[in-house]
Structure formats: structure tokens, C-alpha cells
């Protein structure tokens, strides 16, 4: 083979690679787009049903959110709470607000993730047999502070109450467990 056979098959070669990895990723791309987010979709009916509008007196970042779902949930050990799921662009794309009834306050955390705070020596690996057992997916782990942030179980209203009762099982694993807080300055 001569020299410019050589050159020209690898040439070829070249285009036909970067050919296919464009067409691979394009793929991909559209995969992902088409991709329906069931947080977006999940209670589209429920605000089209009149969902409640949120109470007054809320930080005016929180009133932009567009309502996903509303509920009330009664509890024996708590009194009632109006919980609504909010959908923003920004970085807690789901917000949960809750109000508890009988005093009026309102709390704000993330809708599809809680912190766990994990055990003096218990590494995130040990998580990993939890978390396959639940269908639970690790969001993000701070090796420093020994916290990890896991999704939830569903999209539901109850979701983050919900999570953090079937984990109650694996306890030994952690020093706390409970729902991300957003904090307002």
C-alpha cells in the first residue's frame, strides 16, 4: 500500500468514526428530549381541578413557582399541613411548601430529595444495598460532612415523609435523616 493510500483510508476512517459518533450522540440527544419528566406531568390535572393558591406572606421567589400539585396531610402526630409542589427553572427545580394549619408557619425544602447525615464510620458505599432495595437513586455524596442526598420515592405529595419511613429500617446506617431545607436570607 502506498503512502497516500495509507493517508487516504485514514482519512476515511476519520470521517466515517466522527460520522457515527455525531449520529450516536444526536441519538442521544433526542432520546432525552423526548424524555417526559413525570414531575412536570405527574399532576397537571390536579392544578387544572383548582389547586389551592399559596397563602400570603411567602418570599416573593417562592410565588413564581408554578404549582405542580396541592394536598392536605393529616398526621396523628402532627397537626394537618397544606403541602404544595412548585416547579422552578432554577436550582431546586421542585420546591415543596408546607403549611402547618394549626399555627400558620411555613416551611420550604426540596420536593424530590432528603439529606441523610451517614453514621461515624459508615462509608456511601454501605448505602448502596439500601438504595437498590428501595429504588432509591444517590443524587450526591459530601465526603467532609458524611452527608448524602438521595431522591425520593415518588412524585406524590407524601413522597418526602414517605421516603424517610422506609428507611427508617436501615437506621444504624445513619445519624439523621430528613428533608433538604431551603433557607431564606
Known sequence: MRKTDRIFVYIMGFVLG???VAAIMNRR?????NRVDPWVTHNAA???AGAEDLPEGMPEVIQRGKILDFGILPSAA???T???HLNFDESYPYV??????STGELSYMAADQILIELADGVDVTALKPMLDTLDLRLRMFNRKDQIAVVGVLSTQIDAIPA???ALQPYSELFRSIGPDRIEFK
Open 18 to 20: 466522527s460520522l457515527l
Open 29 to 33: 440527544e433526542i432520546r432525552e428530549e
Open 46 to 48: 390536579a392544578v387544572e
Open 78 to 80: 402532627n397537626p394537618q
Open 82 to 84: 397544606k403541602i404544595w
Open 96 to 101: 415543596r411548601v408546607m403549611e402547618d394549619l
Open 163 to 165: 421516603t424517610i419511613e
